[in-house]
């Protein structure tokens, strides 16, 4: 199951029970934001085109969209209302495949309600579509900070140029590794080559750190624990880094990085300042940006 983001105390929540979603109507985490959406199923024509521009604003950046759970516009709150499973995943799924264009990509799990009746709720992943954005009824569609949007033509483009730079650079490393390949000589088999860049986090993912009167104190004790680690000092093990991370006796909110002493002249310059923030984001996962084989 793909978890679900909250908020950055409930990261990586992963309901599994109606009384899941219960406890979440009850503690009031539902908040309709960039990433998440809750909605009732479709039952019209009309219904589905809705539900193609919903999923297609999610799949610039990846969300996820939970049936099932409707807002009472009086209280401004959340509230469970079961839909009919029967046939309800392949629905979703067959509206994201044939309104959108592109076709959409998207992953369904379903949760019974305790009722046994047959009803129940559907989480809908839909992922970070590489050929975002996607149109429905010849609109581009993108998502706030709360609800759909369509898009402006200087964002299309902006997008489609991206994908293009993307494209590029990860072709430029495919055939750097390749060729670097040190047992492209040996036997006959094929190899396969991966790269992978950093995905950005949620914008209020390091907020319990960084947020608090004590965050000099928590950088150095989450510094010092990674120093500690003996994963890590295997890894860095004959591999000096400049600044180390030893070096730091206080806290910053900004922090400068170095490629590793010994690289070549072109990565051994000395790089941006980055916001530690972005940088303890930027590590927290990571997306696969292409493949090749040789």
């Known amino acids: ?15 599994k029970t109606e009384a899941d979603l219960q406890a979440a109507v009850d503690g009031g985490l539902f908040e309709e934001s960039h990433h998440l959406d809750l909605k009732k199923a479709p039952n019209s024509k009309g219904d589905n085109k809705e539900l193609a521009r919903d999923l297609s604003s999610f799949a610039v950046d990846g969300g996820t969209l939970i049936i099932g759970v409707q807002e009472n516009k009086e209280s401004r709150t959340f509230e469970l209302a079961p839909q009919p499973l029967n046939g309800l995943p392949e ?4 509206v994201a495949r044939t309104i959108p264009d592109p076709p959409l990509t998207i992953l369904t799990e379903e ?3 305790a009722a046994d009746d047959g009803t129940g709720y559907v989480i809908v992943y839909i992922p970070a579509s590489p050929v975002a954005p996607h149109m429905v009824d010849n609109r ?5 900070d709360k609800t759909k949007y369509q898009m402006g033509d200087a964002e299309v483009v902006a997008l489609h140029a991206q994908q293009r730079n993307t494209e590029a650079d990860t072709l430029t490393l495919l055939r750097k590794e390749m060729d670097e390949d040190p047992l492209h000589n040996v036997g006959a088999q094929s190899h396969l080559f991966l790269v992978a860049q950093p995905a950005a986090g949620r914008r209020d993912m390091c907020l319990p750190i960084t947020g608090t009167r004590d965050w000099n104190q928590r950088v150095r004790t989450l510094i010092q624990r990674a120093l500690e680690a ?7 093990s004959g591999t000096g880094f400049s600044p180390d991370l030893s070096t730091r006796g ?16 072109a990565a051994s310059t000395l790089r941006k300042a ?11 996962s990571s997306r696969t940006a292409g493949c090749g084989c040789s």
Do not use: H
């Open 140 to 144: 581009y569609l993108g998502r706030g």
């Open 91 to 94: 629905k979703i799924e067959q």
């Open 230 to 236: 003996p994963r890590t000092q295997a890894a860095l």
């Open 274 to 284: 980055v916001p530690l923030t972005s940088l303890s984001s930027s590590f927290s």
């Open 250 to 265: 206080t806290g910053a909110r900004g922090e400068w990085l170095s490629a590793p002493r010994g690289s070549e002249p």
């Open 111 to 113: 949760i019974s309600a």
């Open 1 to 15: 199951m793909t978890s679900i983001y909250l908020s950055s105390d409930n990261p990586r929540w992963m309901p």
